[in-house]
């Protein structure tokens, strides 16, 4: 009860408490609203060396693509690359002389040169050629528009059906988000329960009342867990605004990020044995946060890792808290397919406490 | 005041602030060990060192069930047990249970080669793959899905062994290939561009405006103040620190990056050091506003993790300047990191010249101009206020 009077009575923390998950999600919005744009203007410019109807063909789809923008037609190859070069466009394409010749004998091509420093967008610029050789491909093929060179046909296509009926791409990280909300609270909680305490000096009364250390951690705990339930039924809340379908159990998904917190809280302590100043254990707990983005499947799935990365993410219980998540909130999964999750986080929180208030009682 | 005593009373705060630094072992722990290697570090583990290659999909347990059981069938699964990309294919004879396996964490896709796979090839219609994926892992499902429709474009019944297949015709459609031209990066060497900004970002945020929000809870601002040496001084002094601070880390990531992961920049040590160190400079400016604003410690700890944050969305770190639209736009090309990343993108990635990036570097440099004006008038007009 204390924790919590004195959050309400600490406006700046309270109003962390909420922003933390109003602006993560703000941002993640601003990401995919990036992404998922239905047109962009990436400068590109093209360079038809075989002025044939076939590079006609190809220039039309190059120039109705919705992701590219032609910006200039030039007459040689190396004017072209010449432009990427000086970054008056992302990416040059050149449709080379015999491109029509060769497109009747199926093995034609176009020459796609990009600045790669420009991360995403030379992926839009790639995926707009591939995307315009396709429809090509398919005109020729189908003959319409009275475009017919016997090309031969993709031979497979590759259908696609995920688990859950969204789109390969659909909105993976939201679950990772949750956790990520659950961590950052439990460190700030860490920070707000103990290390400010010892800065005020109350934290050596606390210990010399006639309450137990661990009854001090446990209420201080229990004041993550209120905390920590507060913070995803408002990211769930978020989540329901934003349209995305929760199919597993609540109190299952509750339980997660509860555990999550309660282990965050739980190394937490251990580490505030050693750091004592609020500002530096916050910064070492940010420090720290950055990384699990991308090792603890917050953003992508540690599969996708490379193999030290697997390594250190499968020694993080993070990881199992962030896949119950997502098994929870986009599988339906029932308790037994994330038993052994929670277990990790559990057992790793019960292996942590006692060694917190090993520390903290030689350090008081 | 003349200017020999300005730059003394300077050096006096610069050798002041280094005192502190090397009697405060959390902050050489912090500024110099724990942010360049956490970052570093994860970004190295995560993506694989600059000279090393790894397919995301070679592990990835992946079901194969064929219901056709012809020669092509055969030479599909052939075709990609063989390639580096799926090392892991598990075949299954029934679909309905390889299917039921998913979201059991055994397989995370299931391949099924439908009936009718090879009489489509042979009559030269359009045969289907049908890939079921568990689509709970982010960023699996696309990573399996191009990848195996790579395999699928180049696929030929009438091969026993099909050729192995480069990057590029993994990406090309079949009956136009598209050649890529340009330099391709290492994620790590991308990343570093990254790392080296971040790092920089972090830290001189954190030294700066969190250092003056530690002398003034110690008070030792206030007597700073009521010393004869000017509020310019003071500035500069800390700059010198910091500035010196960031030489260090930068030899400190570049270091590991270089001998750590074999990134290998396209440009001079010197060029990164100037570019790390207006990024540095740039940071200043904005820590010193940061500090004028009577922050404590901690608000300003939670400032630098959302300006970390902020960056992710709208500097260019994640999606290009040119593809944000709006607001979002605008506030991007008003951020000075947006410059910075795009010069440190087009010096250690592409090897430009720094004195050929004139816009980035004119932006950066106006920036800082302003900002160290803006913290001098608001830590001058503020005196009373940051000191009671």
């Known amino acids: ?364 | 005041m003349s200017v020999a005593t300005f730059l003394s009373d300077s050096l006096a705060i610069a050798e002041n602030e280094f005192r502190q630094f090397r009697r405060n072992r959390s902050a050489i722990l912090i500024s110099l060990v724990v942010l360049p290697l956490f970052f570093t570090v994860s970004f190295g583990a995560g993506q694989g060192g600059a000279g090393t290659s790894f397919s995301p999909t070679a592990n990835i347990p992946i079901g194969f069930v064929d219901n056709d059981n012809t020669i092509a069938s055969l030479r599909l699964w052939q075709t990609l047990t063989r390639s580096p990309d799926f090392h892991n294919l598990i075949q299954s004879y029934n679909e309905q249970a390889a299917i039921a396996e998913l979201g059991t964490k055994r397989i995370y896709a299931v391949i099924v080669v439908p009936k009718g796979f090879q009489d489509a090839l042979e009559n030269g219609n359009q045969a289907r793959l049908v890939l079921y994926t568990d689509d709970s892992e982010p960023g699996v499902s696309d990573q399996i899905q191009s990848t195996l429709t790579g395999y699928a474009q180049n696929f030929d019944p009438n091969v026993e062994v099909q050729p192995a297949l480069s990057q590029l015709q993994k990406q090309s459609v079949a009956g136009v290939g598209v050649v890529r031209k340009g330099a391709i990066f290492a994620s790590f060497n991308v990343g570093l561009t990254t790392i080296l900004a971040i790092v920089q970002i972090f830290s001189v945020f954190y030294e700066i405006a969190g250092g003056m929000a530690r002398e003034r809870d110690e008070g030792t601002y206030a007597r700073l103040l009521a010393s004869p040496i000017p509020i310019g001084s003071i500035m500069l002094g800390k700059t010198l620190f910091d500035i010196l601070l960031s030489v260090l880390r930068t030899f400190i990531v570049l270091g590991m990056g270089i001998y750590g992961y074999g990134a290998k920049p396209s440009t001079d040590f010197g060029t990164i050091l100037a570019l790390s160190l207006i990024v540095a400079i740039v940071t200043m400016g904005i820590g010193f506003v940061a500090a004028a604003l009577k922050l404590g410690q901690r608000a300003v700890v939670i400032i630098t993790f959302f300006l970390i944050l902020f960056l992710f969305a709208f500097s260019g770190l994640v999606i290009d300047n040119n593809l944000l639209v709006g607001i979002s736009k605008t506030i991007s090309s008003a951020l000075p990191f947006t410059y910075a990343f795009d010069a440190l993108r087009r010096t250690i990635l592409l090897g430009r010249p720094l004195l050929s990036l004139t816009f980035d570097l004119e932006y950066m440099i106006e920036f800082i101009i302003v900002s160290f004006a803006l913290a001098f008038v608001l830590l001058h007009s503020f005196r009373e206020r940051l000191i009671a």
């Open chain 1, 1 to 364: 009860m204390k924790e919590l009077k004195q959050l309400r009575r600490d406006p700046v923390s309270l109003i962390l408490t909420v922003m933390f998950p109003i602006i993560l999600i703000g941002i993640f919005i601003v990401i995919v609203a990036a992404f998922s744009a239905t047109t962009h203007n990436v400068p590109v410019v093209v360079a038809d060396l075989d002025g044939t109807p076939a590079s006609d063909a190809m220039l039309n789809e190059l120039t109705r693509s919705r992701f590219i923008h032609v910006t200039q037609l030039v007459q040689t190859e190396d004017q072209a690359y010449q432009a990427v070069n000086n970054a008056q466009a992302v990416g040059a394409i050149i449709i080379p002389q015999g491109f029509g010749k060769a497109l009747l004998a199926g093995d034609a091509f176009v020459i796609v040169s990009t600045d790669n420093s420009k991360l995403t967008s030379s992926q839009f610029v790639v995926g707009a050629v591939n995307q315009g050789a396709q429809d090509l491909v398919n005109q020729v093929t189908s003959g319409e528009g009275g475009i017919n060179f016997g090309l031969k046909i993709a031979p497979i296509e590759v259908i696609t059906r995920t688990m859950t009926g969204r789109p390969p791409s659909g909105d993976p990280i939201l679950p990772g988000f949750l956790g990520l909300i659950a961590i950052l609270g439990g460190f700030d909680d860490i920070v707000n329960a103990i290390n400010r305490e010892r800065e005020r000096g109350t934290f050596p009364r606390l210990t010399l009342s006639p309450v137990s250390l661990f009854a001090v951690y446990s209420g201080k705990m229990s004041a993550t867990i209120v905390l920590t339930i507060l913070r995803t039924a408002l990211m769930l809340v978020i989540f329901s605004l934003y349209g995305l379908v929760i199919h597993g159990n609540l109190i299952l998904i509750f339980l997660t990020t509860v555990l999550i917190a309660i282990f965050t809280f739980s190394l937490g302590l251990t580490i505030s044995t050693r750091i004592r100043s609020t500002a530096t254990l916050t910064v070492l707990e940010i420090a720290m946060t950055f990384p699990l983005f991308s090792l603890a499947g917050t953003v992508n799935s540690p599969l996708l890792l490379a193999p030290g990365g697997q390594a250190i993410a499968d020694s993080l219980p993070w990881t199992y808290g962030n896949d119950a998540l997502r098994r929870l909130i986009y599988l339906g999964a029932g308790p037994n397919a994330i038993v052994g999750d929670l277990l990790i986080l559990f057992v790793s929180s019960l292996i942590l406490m006692p060694i917190a208030i090993l520390l903290s009682k030689r350090t008081i």
